[in-house]
């Protein structure tokens, strides 16, 4: 498949999930429905001019910042990738599993200790974990972004946080 068909189809999929969240969106009530919808409308009307330019005569040459570059680090080429490439740079489908990964526990995390604890958890294991930062400077934005999070959520907008499967144990306190 060549990379301008894998950009049109993660285009396709994006603009269906703008479409979709803007469509629920338009559900919610006047208050409700102020940040959700400019924010649909605007990631919407950008992937839209993405789409234009990429599929524009040597659009993916010139345009190196496109939406797949984005999720996989890659430099978009017109050239199909052979197998032998493929198997060459190790791309064979572990950077998307583990990025899945990544995924699927921080949602679990949330399940599990709610938004402000999963943010701090996550944050400081990746960071630390993934070598981007000293343990102790990873703790440090962590703490920082938690705090941020809470701050602007608990306080700011003053929503009830949920709190998890632990949720017993908070109340008690």
């Not at 524009?56 to 199909?80: C, H, M, V, Y």
């Amino acid at each position: 498949m060549s990379r301008r068909a894998q950009e049109n189809i993660l285009a396709g999929v994006l603009v269906a999930l703008f479409v979709g969240y803007i469509a629920v969106a338009l559900g919610f009530g006047p208050n409700a429905r102020l940040v959700p919808l400019p924010m649909a409308g605007l990631g919407l009307l950008c992937l839209l001019v993405q789409i234009v330019r990429q599929n524009r005569e040597g659009g993916l040459s010139k345009n190196t910042f496109g939406p797949l570059a984005l999720i996989t680090g890659d430099q978009p080429t017109d050239e199909p990738e052979s197998e032998a490439a493929t198997q060459e740079t190790g791309q064979d489908g572990g950077r998307e599993l583990k990025a899945i990964g990544f995924v699927g526990l921080f949602v679990a995390l949330i399940v599990a200790l709610g938004p402000v604890p999963a943010v701090f958890a996550f944050c400081a294991g990746f960071l630390s974990v993934s070598k981007h930062y000293p343990l102790w400077k990873a703790i440090t934005a962590a703490g920082a972004f938690a705090v941020l999070l809470y701050l602007l959520f608990g306080v700011g907008l003053e929503l009830q946080l949920y709190h998890g499967l632990l949720e017993p144990l908070v109340d008690r306190f």
